[in-house]
């Protein structure tokens, strides 16, 4: 699987500069990207050209070679979108109602209801619960579409330090069990490091991708690292 954004220019209806100019991005198979950049320079944009929501007039997105098309990746919007008059475990199983060959039951989502601390949430409508929790709804929502490439805009923003710790574990050890690929948005420049292997910049005409030094698996001891440290001073001072 290669996903790969080639010459990609975006201009918003009704606007006379393009937001995304000729952008040229190659994601491999199992890859973690965090992109990185002061807010409006197109982060947000850029993952719903990947999605299909909005359609690049030049250049072209191709997923193996092939152009991409609406429900080819999995993806979390910064703002839930979970449905209203859903329970938590309805939210989460609108994917296989959806893909009618997608092997999730009842029993699975209960499974990962469990790993992310909100088992006794199964029936809850989304009014009643926090936030926090409802993120995590809508990342498990995403990440059970069954799809290779996973898009998370800011998935955890909203949550607390201590939350937010936990969750950062758990997708690391979720992305490693079911092989994933993700595009990951934060503005979190420790997220950014200790999460991703390459770190994508975006500047308002440029972009500057960062190899991150850690070796995998990460733990939460690396945090502390000098490495870690030292590149999160170093993209401070590059944004
Ligand atoms: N529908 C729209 N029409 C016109 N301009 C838009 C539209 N949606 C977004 N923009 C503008 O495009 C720019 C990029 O927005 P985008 O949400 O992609 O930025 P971002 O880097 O994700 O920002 P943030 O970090 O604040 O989420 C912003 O200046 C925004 O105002």
New binding site residues.
């Given amino acids: 699987m290669t996903l790969l954004l080639k010459n990609v220019t975006y201009t918003?209806?009704?606007?006379k500069k393009p937001?995304i100019s000729d952008l040229n991005l190659k994601i491999e198979k199992g890859e973690f990207v965090s992109l990185i950049?002061?807010?409006?320079?197109?982060?947000?944009?850029?993952l719903?050209l990947i999605t299909g929501l909005l359609k690049q007039a030049l250049g072209e997105i191709t997923i193996n070679g092939q152009p991409i098309s609406l429900g080819d990746v999995g993806y979390m919007p910064?703002k839930d979108l979970l449905l209203p008059w859903r329970t938590v475990m309805d939210n989460i199983m609108i994917g296989a109602e959806i893909q009618k060959d997608l092997q999730l039951t009842k029993e699975d989502a209960r499974n990962w209801l469990k790993r992310v601390g909100l088992i006794d949430y199964e029936q809850a409508l989304p009014n009643q619960i926090s936030g926090g929790m409802r993120q995590r709804v809508a990342f498990l929502r995403a990440m059970l579409t069954g799809k290779e490439v996973l898009l998370l805009?800011?998935p955890f923003g909203a949550l607390d330090s201590i939350t937010k710790k936990e969750m950062q574990a758990w997708l690391l050890s979720i992305w490693q069990e079911l092989d994933k690929t993700i595009v990951f948005?934060t503005?979190d420049l420790e997220e950014a490091s200790y999460l991703s292997d390459r770190i994508i910049l975006?500047k308002q005409y440029s972009v500057e991708e960062i190899e991150v030094p850690l070796h995998r698996p990460r733990h939460a001891d690396m945090l502390h690292s000098s490495e870690l440290v030292g590149l999160r001073r170093e993209l401070e001072k590059k944004i």
Wanted: aromatic share 4%; hydrophobic share 25%.
């Fill in positions: 918003f209806p009704k606007e937001i950049g002061k807010s409006g320079t197109g982060k947000s944009t850029i719903k910064q805009d800011e948005i503005h975006l």
